[in-house]
């Protein structure tokens, strides 16, 4: 199996992320300057970030409540985020169909503003 | 490992919290557990003995009324185990349409990278909220309130948030979570008065979350 993700960092060390989307081990990345990230888009492609400040990693998920799917755990997006100053540019990938959104924004953008600020990176 | 989180209803003192006292929540296995929204009998009721058949389910009805919007007045957890203070296969949830604070428990074991939220589908599809219980295509009419009260008590009277699809939804915090957490909302089913269709209807409810 291959990790979702494999990190660049600043000090020329590589650190590869989990082989699935349920344990990313992005909360495992060395306290380091990322340098760049290649990630394994859900359909099988690989994107590349790199020369950003900081880095944001998030899987979506729903988990029904009842029904036939009760329990089961649905992933629905993957989002890659990246932090210069200001800008935030990234990308979210909808795990059922493969499509993938750019996302241009900024820190004072409200999605952006709640986001959990410990998983930066 | 990945974020998870469990649902579990207050069968015994809607005051406690989960955390305090653990033994009045019942987890659900929701593979086999299921909420019954009913009026109730003198069958279907707390601590049946048996699971309820669908006659006893239509038997036990919410009428709907020319004049007022009806509140369904009991929700139970059918647990499918029944092995809950004795062999008993449905439990009331204490606390549902009323000024109490711990009622439905979403339990998370780590953080979240986003509030999490509560919604409500037609199906596991996720697609659509076009049934008559969702509003029938307008969601601000669904029949299904829903507050959080992680924080506060929802007050006499509570109104709620109409829950259907995509926009109308209750996050279930003011903030992501950054660590493990346990959250609670309350829930009550109200049918508008004079409402000209019947149905037994089942829909979806779901809980969006995310983890890095």
Known sequence: MEPIFTIILS???????????????????????????????????????????????????????????????????????????????????????????????????????GLNPNIWK | ?????????????????????????????????????TAGDAVVKDLMTHEPTAD????AASIIDDVLDVEVALCLLMDYSHDVGGAYYTHKVIGMNENKRYVYCFSFDDATATIPRLEAWDTSAHATANKHVLGAGTPANSFVKAIMTTNALPRVGWVGTAIAGASNYVEL????????????????????????????????????????
């Open chain 2, 1 to 37: 490992m990945a974020t998870t989180m469990d649902f579990l209803i207050n069968y015994v003192d809607a005051t406690v919290t989960h955390a305090i006292t653990p033994a009045d929540y019942i987890e659900l296995d929701l593979i086999n557990d299921y909420l019954i929204w």
């Open chain 2, 56 to 59: 006893e389910l239509n038997a």
């Open chain 1, 11 to 113: 000090d020329g060390s590589v650190f590869s992320g989990g082989t699935s989307y349920s344990e990313t081990k992005w909360k495992e990345i060395p306290d380091k300057k990322i340098r760049t990230i290649f990630y394994k888009i859900p359909k099988g492609d690989v994107l590349v970030m790199t020369g950003y400040d900081k880095y944001f990693h998030m899987i979506e998920v729903l988990k029904d409540l009842n029904g036939d799917r009760a329990g089961i755990v649905n992933f629905e997006f993957a989002y890659l985020l990246g932090r210069k100053e200001d800008k935030i540019n990234g990308y979210k990938m909808n795990f059922k169909t493969g499509n993938i959104e750019k996302i241009e924004t900024n820190v004072e953008d409200n999605f952006i503003k």
């Open chain 2, 173 to 212: 915090d003011i903030a992501a979570l950054v660590a493990a957490k346990d959250l609670y909302a309350n829930l009550k089913i109200k049918i508008p008065a004079a409402y000209v269709t019947p149905a037994a209807e089942t829909y979806v409810l779901t809980v969006r979350y995310t983890y890095a």
